[in-house]
């Protein structure tokens, strides 16, 4: 008996000692907290300050939507519209007080003025239509490449550009550029100090950034030999640091202005090259054709040092573009335009590590963060293609009212057709929260 009760105690003792399983806690992840759909082609997305509403810019209008119509694919109601001026692109913003929309309008003819238009967000918000801007003030400079308002809303802190004079012709075909930095009063559009020239010798401007807070400018040149990022100090005028990225062929392209976070502590800058590559509709067994590539990548850069904190692209990124950063400087959102598609990204500021990757996309998409949150609005573009029969025939190139565009197509002896292009968005909102260290 005392034998038979060892031998039950001894098989039952791993069970017994065996661990109790815990349950399962699911990994943090982005969650997608509603999306809108708008049958138009949107140019790009902001906030208001208090991340209730959202700023939808269209190649006509703008439009005001509020996030509690956020839903499964939700079709688009905006509280009011705003006619956008006339004469170039618009680039969006919101006053710091939080009082003001206002628009940096290029002139994009010769018959147009660059313009800071401003309209009464108030307005806006209580739903009414505004067909013009409540104020425009008509800037003294144009070819503006860059620019930014200072805390205070009192000044606009601009990089112009214009050729080198006497300058020779790039292997690209291009004549090097020159440029400086101005800061223009917002009130009466004139050029209130001019603050220093962006000239290296024997490179070319690719494109600067001002950081209004700490007085840094950062200048992005490209010499025969290699492209330059250069740090100065706005007051003194003196370099603070420089920094040197790969040496690019004679032809490679240009890239994008430099990124600042808004606290100042790192900037992104875009670096270029070209190479030869297999053409993608080579055929087999035939001679290998190779195709020029140009490549435009992007690395994240200690603002105070210069040091190469990452590499966010690499060899093969066709083009890369970084749409902003969160209020507090944690978090940017980019897209990479790869030879497998499109790549939209949120990054880690402080690491540039990809914390959440979207592959697949179709077409470009636009990104913006909500102030004070890591939630990020996300504009997914699309368009399609659509052969549809006409009466009569008008000829060319057809703009609709909504903005997409059409062409006639006729065939002998049968009935014309014309090809619209149709214009699509879906806005999402993502909460990155739980993703944020």
Same mark, same amino acid.
């Given at each position: 008996m005392a034998r038979s009760l060892w031998m039950v105690l001894f098989l039952a003792a791993p069970l017994m000692a065996a661990p109790i399983p815990t349950e399962e806690k699911p990994k943090p992840r982005a969650k997608?907290?509603?999306t809108v759909k708008l049958n138009k082609h949107v140019t790009e997305v902001c906030w208001t300050p208090d991340a209730k509403h959202l700023i939808i810019v269209t190649d006509e209008k703008g439009l005001v939507i509020d996030r509690d119509q956020l839903g499964e694919d939700a079709p688009a109601k905006p509280i009011t519209e705003f006619t956008l001026p006339a004469g170039?692109?618009?680039?969006?913003?919101?006053?710091?007080?939080?009082?003001?929309?206002y628009a940096l309008v290029f002139a994009g003819r010769i018959n147009a003025e660059t313009r800071l238009c401003y309209w009464t967000l108030q307005d806006l918000l209580?739903?009414?239509k505004k067909t013009k801007p409540d104020r425009v003030v008509s800037l003294e400079v144009d070819n503006l490449t860059h620019f930014v308002l200072s805390a205070d809303g009192k000044s606009l802190y601009t990089v112009v550009s214009e050729p080198r004079r006497g300058g020779v012709l790039q292997p690209n075909g291009l004549l090097p550029q020159i440029g400086k930095v101005l800061r223009v009063s917002t009130k009466t559009g004139d050029?209130?100090?001019?603050?220093?020239?962006?000239? #290296?010798? /024997? %490179?070319?401007?690719?494109?600067?950034?001002?950081?209004?807070g700490s007085g840094k400018v950062f200048a992005h040149f490209q010499s025969p030999e290699e492209h330059v990022v250069h740090c100065f100090d706005r007051a003194g005028k003196k370099e603070?640091?420089?920094?040197?990225f790969i040496q690019p062929s004679p032809n490679g392209n240009v890239g994008n202005d430099p990124k600042l976070s808004p606290d100042g502590q790192v900037v992104v800058a875009f670096w270029s090259r070209q190479f030869l590559a297999p053409h993608p509709n080579q055929r087999p067994g035939q001679p290998v054709q190779l195709m020029?590539?140009?490549?435009?990548?992007?690395? #994240?850069? /200690? %603002?105070?040092?210069?040091?190469v904190i990452a590499d966010l692209g690499g060899d093969d990124v066709y083009s890369s573009q970084?749409?902003?950063?969160?209020?507090d400087s944690k978090l940017m959102v980019g897209s990479l335009y790869r030879s497998t598609g499109f790549q939209f990204i949120v990054w880690e500021t402080k690491s540039g590590k990809p914390i959440k990757m979207w592959k697949g996309v179709q077409g470009e998409s636009l990104g913006s963060f909500a102030p004070g949150r890591h939630e990020l609005a996300i504009v997914e573009r699309s368009q399609t293609e659509v052969m549809q029969p006409l009466e009569r025939i008008l000829g060319g190139i057809l703009m609709d009212t909504d903005g997409?565009?059409?062409?006639?197509?006729?065939?002998?002896?049968?009935?014309?057709q014309v090809l619209r292009i149709e214009h699509k968005a879906i806005i999402g909102v993502w909460d990155l929260a739980p993703l944020v260290r």
């Open positions: 997608l907290l509603g170039g692109v618009c680039k969006f913003g919101v006053t710091s007080d939080g009082t003001e929309l209580d739903g009414k050029v209130a100090e001019e603050l220093m020239p962006l000239d #290296l010798p /024997n %490179a070319t401007l690719v494109g600067a950034a001002v950081h209004p603070k640091w420089e920094r040197g020029g590539v140009n490549t435009i990548s992007p690395q #994240l850069l /200690n %603002a105070g040092t210069g040091d970084v749409f902003g950063f969160s209020t997409s565009q059409s062409q006639i197509f006729q065939h002998r002896n049968q009935q014309p």
